[in-house]
Structures are given as C-alpha cells and as structure tokens.
T-cell receptor, first 114, second 116 residues
C-alpha cells in the first residue's frame, strides 16, 4: 500500500525563479493538502484540493498556486521565489468526505532559495 | 480560529524515564486532536488521534494522550523512553473548512532528546 509520495526530494532555486512540486496521494485518498514548514517551526496550511478544485486557502500570497488532476495527484507552484520561501513543503492526503480521518503526510520536498 | 500551544520547545529525558510533552489548544467547537512525530529528514507520522469517545487515547510505539476538556489540554506521555523516540513532536487540532473537510493547525513542535 503506497503512502503519500512527493517529488523531488530536494530542490535548489534562485530568487525570482518558479518551481513546481508534485504529490501523489495515498491509495484511495481523494483530497490533497499542502503545508509549508519553515526551519524550526510547525507546518502551516497553504491550501487544500478536492475534486480538482481549491477548497480552502491559508494565509499565503497568490504566488502560491496549485492544481489537482483527475487521478487525485497534485502540484504546488510557486512563482517569483523569495528567500523566505525556503522551507520543507509537505503534502498530505485524506478522504474528502470523512472529517474524522487523519491526514497522511509524505516526506516532503526541501526547497532552498539562493 | 483554533490554535495550539506546545509548552517547551525542547525536552530532554533519560532512557527509561517518563516522557511528558505538553499541548494546550484553543477551539470554539469540540476538537479533533492529533499528535504527529517527525524524524530527521522525514515527513510527519501520525502517533495518535482523539475524535470522540474515550478521552485516553493509545497510539503507536507505546505513546498515549489524554484529552482534558476542562484544561483544554492533550498531553502526550510514554512510561519509558527509548533512544529511538528522539524526534520532533507536533500537536495539531483540526479546523473545519466545510462539511467533511479539515485543515490541521499545528503547534511549534517539541524536540525530544533521549540521554543514554
């Protein structure tokens, strides 16, 4: 039973560039959430996708955007990268209509901005 | 909006000693509460969850937590620490977006160190 998989594991970019991170949910899950974890901090909610639509967004600028595909996989795009975007980006999956089910996390993508 | 406070950013115990990691939450509705563990260079692994029912919740690796509504707390304990327990621990509360949808609000984390 494959868990949540994320790619790439590490990425180095420079300021002003754009980046795309990818996530495949756990088998059977249909909802994907993205979180940003800065060094020494707890994860912060970016947004959640369900049925290929953004269901909720956290306090992140429009430079952060996403997409969900018919197979439930998801992408996180960040434009005009800033030094402050350096963080571990975590993807979590869950069942969309079962509010008591926990979210399952991938190992994350470590993004470094130079 | 919900919030989580973890008391103590760093806790150090001896191997075989009791582990106690503190978590207090703020929620306007009955909360769903979670503890996750993060090992170096890894994502988050669910330790245990509280949704409804029994207030003492048992999780993996010998951990348990007790939901105390009157104290708005959900502290994590383990009777006897093992070296393999060294990791970062996060307490989280569900914030419901719409029916059936939730997002997690995390505390800042507690780094647990085990001394031999």
């Amino acid at each position: 039973d494959a868990g949540v998989t994320q790619s790439p594991t590490h990425l180095i970019k420079t300021r002003g560039q754009q980046v795309t991170l990818r996530c495949s949910p756990k088998s059977g899950h249909d909802t994907v959430s993205w979180y940003q974890q800065a060094l020494g901090q707890g994860p912060q909610f970016i947004f959640q996708y369900y049925e290929e639509e953004e269901r909720q967004r956290g306090n992140f600028p429009d430079r952060f955007s996403g997409h969900q595909f018919p197979n439930y996989s998801s992408e996180l795009n960040v434009n005009a990268l800033l030094l402050g975007d350096s963080a571990l980006y975590l993807c979590a999956s869950s069942f969309g209509d079962r509010d008591y089910q926990p979210q399952h996390f991938g190992d994350g993508t470590r993004l470094s901005i130079l | 909006a919900q919030s989580v406070t973890q008391l103590g950013s760093h806790v150090s115990v001896s191997e075989g000693a009791l582990v106690l990691l503190r978590c207090n939450y703020s929620s306007s509705v009955p909360p769903y509460l979670f503890w996750y563990v993060q090992y170096p260079n890894q994502g988050l692994q669910l330790l245990l969850k509280y949704t409804t029912g029994a207030t003492l919740v048992k999780g993996i690796n010998g951990f348990e937590a007790e939901f105390k509504k009157s104290e708005t707390s959900f502290h994590l304990t383990k009777p006897s620490a093992h070296m393999s327990d060294a990791a970062e621990y996060f307490c989280a509360v569900s914030e419901f977006i719409i029916q059936g949808a939730q997002k997690l609000v995390f505390g800042q984390g507690t780094r647990l160190t085990i001394n031999p």
